[in-house]
């Protein structure tokens, strides 16, 4: 017989049983149960979206530093002001807490491997927000970013105003602008220098006033056996009691003149006009054997500064320079004297007439390799600005640069070393804008367009200082059609309108009151060439 269980124990039995075949909440359950990773699946899910997020800043601050920091860089030579620029930028682009960033740690310097590189690791580490739950507080971050400049080869043409002016200070005070610029221009000179690289970089002087002085530069066949002058009237003069003597007066005559082909007889004197030249001729023009030097090959050795030649197309005689500026103007080179088309005219102060202002700026310097800063300076830059002389004919100065630099034209620039193309700059600098002869006759400056006003060379509508200003622009405009990259340095200018539109870009064009030209140099000299990231 079984022993009877008590009341509560059957209880308690029943209430299993049923527990067991009731279903009721067990979703409850099971949620409870996948809660667990179902947050762990999410919360990765969410940090690590946040920590990629913040990964992508963190490469682009660093990315941004070391490109920053090899911009800044004067050749391949880094110093604590490049590493404060580097790091200047990286703080820019990922300031103190961003995305709540932790620890975050910036190193940048040269690569010991490769002197043209520099090397930059970024480091951090982001809080959690539910990951933390499971043990995970932060999540740790890093970026790696290298830069590199890739220079190439380069010709650099610098292309300076050496006219009076400069010789005065500019407003900031201090020395004289043409000691700012010899002084300035080494910056250039310093960013540039790659050499570890197998970068080489060739640099070319052109300074100009109203004319320049390349004859140097050129051959015996560049030059032309005659050149015509402004002559003069030789008067024969009777005077009562002293008999005939010769007067020399203006081209032009005077008042009271009856006209050039008759003389006046007022009873005491008799004036018997006709056109000489001083050497007592009437030809027009004087040749090579009559000029200062004596023959063509004294002057380029002597003398130097040129007389520009007719536009292309245009004959010999009479001389006429157009307004624009071709290809052919800035290349084709004359075979001898069978083509004085071709040829450049000397200018020769000595055998001309009616002029009331002359000046030759120093030798150009073709383009060539300096094998150090010393030789840059005293072999090149002070050299070449050695002259303060003259007005302000930009239109001269950039087509010489032009004629320098061309690849195609005079000096047979070699367009490729070593197989790699060799990039083409030229550096324009000037303190004022163009200041050309009237042409009027009130002011006789003698220039590589003859005297403007006895000869009229230069043609075009509007006045003479238009023509050079459409000219000068003309010349702008073909070296940007030949691939040259155009820097414009207005020096101590209040009104750039005449040279501002000649830089390859706004980024091109810089103002200088004289206290940061050295500055702006070593900017341009940055600014050539082609920054990389390598990773």
Known sequence: ???????????????????????????????????????????SGLDLSFAYMAKAKLQNACDAAVLAGRQSMDGNFWKEANEAEARKFFNFNFPNGTMGAQSVNFTVGK???????ILGVAKATIPTALMHIFGFDNIPLEANCDAKRDLGHNDVVLVLDVTGSMANAPSSGGGTKIARLQQGALGLYR??????????????????????NVGASLADSDIRNENDYVGQWQYAMWTRGS??????????????????DHYIDNGSYHYAPRWRDRYGSDRGYVGATDSTWGSKSNFRSSGGCIEERPSYGNAADPIAIKTSITLNDVDMRASGDTQPELQFGRYDPNIQNRENQTGCPSPAIRLRQFASESSFKNDGVLRATANVTGGTYHDVGMLWGLRFISQTGFFNNTSKIDDVAVDQHIVFMTDGMLDTDKGDGSHNLYTAHGLEFF?????????????????????????????????????????????????????????????????????????????????
């Open 455 to 535: 000869q009229d060379r230069t043609k075009g509508t509007g006045t003479n200082r238009a023509a050079h200003i459409e000219r000068f622009r003309s010349a702008c405009n073909l070296a940007k059609s030949m691939g040259v990259t155009v820097w414009v340095i207005a020096l101590d200018v209040t009104d750039t309108d005449d040279v501002r539109p000649c830089a390859t870009t706004a980024s091109h064009f810089y103002t200088s009151d004289g206290s940061d030209l050295e500055e702006i140099f070593e900017n341009i000299g940055r600014g050539i060439g082609n920054l990389r990231l390598t990773r």
């Open 1 to 43: 017989m079984a022993t009877p269980q008590p009341q509560g124990a059957s209880l308690m039995i029943r209430t299993l049983r049923n527990l067991l075949t009731d279903t009721k909440g067990n979703t409850l359950a099971i949620f409870a149960a996948a809660l667990v990773p179902l947050v762990a699946m999410i919360g």
């Open 243 to 260: 008999g005939w003597a010769s007067y020399y007066a203006a081209r032009k005559p005077s008042s009271g003149w009856a006209d050039d």
């Open 111 to 117: 690569d010991p491997e490769d002197n043209a590189q």
């Open 191 to 212: 960013a540039l220098m790659n050499e570890e690289n197998g970068s080489i970089t060739r640099f070319g002087i052109v300074p100009y006033s109203h004319t320049v």
